[in-house]
C-alpha cells in the first residue's frame, strides 16, 4: 500500500458508496475496498491514488492550486 489511503465512514451503504465515488472522482483515486459494515462502527470503505495517472497541479504533491 502506498503512502495515501483514503477512508470513507457512513451510516449507510449508500452513503458510503456515494462519498467513495466522490473522493475517486475528485481526487483522481482508485477504490481498494467498496463499503463494508464488518468493522462494526458503520460502513468503510478506501480508496488510493490513482498511480497510473498523471499528478495534477503543479507539482508539489497538493492538487490543483485554488487560485
Do not use: H, K, N
Not at 451503504?13 to 465515488?21: G, M, P
Not at 490513482?50 to 499528478?55: E, G, H, N, S
Amino acid at each position: 500500500m502506498g503512502e495515501v489511503v483514503y477512508m470513507v465512514r457512513g451510516s449507510t451503504r449508500a452513503v458510503c458508496q456515494r462519498e467513495l465515488d466522490r473522493i475517486c472522482q475528485l481526487l483522481g483515486a482508485v477504490p481498494t475496498m467498496r463499503p463494508t459494515d464488518g468493522t462494526g462502527r458503520g460502513w468503510v470503505a478506501r480508496a488510493v491514488p490513482d498511480m497510473t495517472r498523471a499528478p495534477a497541479g503543479d507539482g508539489d504533491g497538493r492538487g490543483p492550486s485554488a487560485g
